[in-house]
């Protein structure tokens, strides 16, 4: 699966890649996902497992005011159930690939991201690529071809799928280094079921 065109960068003042607003699965399911991350992914020490809905995002100062309309956003959302159990890829650059897990029903979350993306009409960057919004985990990265596809399938053979309500969106950010790692700053319930 290719990804060639990368979102704009965006050129408002307002806006930065050291906040975003993602989903985070349940602290439990976390293990599973960080023993590939540690040993495939560059990014590991600098983000928790993550789908990001909204990247990059407001500054702190601004993410304060756009409080009121995600919460709006997200009661408009109901809580829905996610599985983890597809491995897939991307190609990024000439024998550069991302290796990801592919969340279903994809719906779910492009339902939620559209919603976010109307409260913060601004923040669609996510959207800019070839094929639009593509939610996804990320796990890793791989340069040639012919590795990649070992590797994913050797992580495709031993992944035991992974099953959890997204019933919550988290805002998240991060400083300069050394105190680069993103943290949650707040987060929102979605709507009951």
Not at 13 to 40: D, F
Not at 62 to 70: G, P
Request: charged share 25%; with cysteine.
């Amino acid at each position: 699966m290719s990804h060639p065109t990368p979102p704009r960068a965006s050129s408002r003042p307002e806006k930065t890649h050291h906040t975003a607003i993602v989903l985070i699965p349940p602290r439990e399911h976390w293990g599973q996902i960080q023993k590939i991350r540690e040993r495939y992914d560059r990014q590991y020490h600098r983000w928790m497992p993550h789908i990001n809905l909204v990247y990059p995002f407001h500054t702190p100062a601004r993410m304060a005011r756009d409080l009121e309309s995600l919460r709006l956003a997200c009661q408009s959302v109901r809580a829905f159930e996610v599985t983890l159990g597809e491995l897939r890829w991307f190609r990024h650059r000439e024998q550069g690939h991302t290796l990801w897990l592919a969340p279903q029903p994809r719906q779910g979350l492009v339902d939620l991201q559209r919603a976010l993306v109307r409260a913060v009409p601004d923040c669609d960057d996510l959207n800019h690529f070839t094929a639009g919004f593509e939610p996804h985990l990320s796990v890793g990265q791989v340069q040639a071809r012919g590795r990649m596809e070992k590797v994913l399938e050797q992580l495709q053979a031993g992944w035991q799928p992974i099953h959890f309500l997204a019933e919550r969106i988290s805002l998240i950010a991060r400083g300069e280094p050394p105190r680069d790692q993103f943290r949650v700053v707040e987060e929102i319930p979605l709507g009951r079921q």
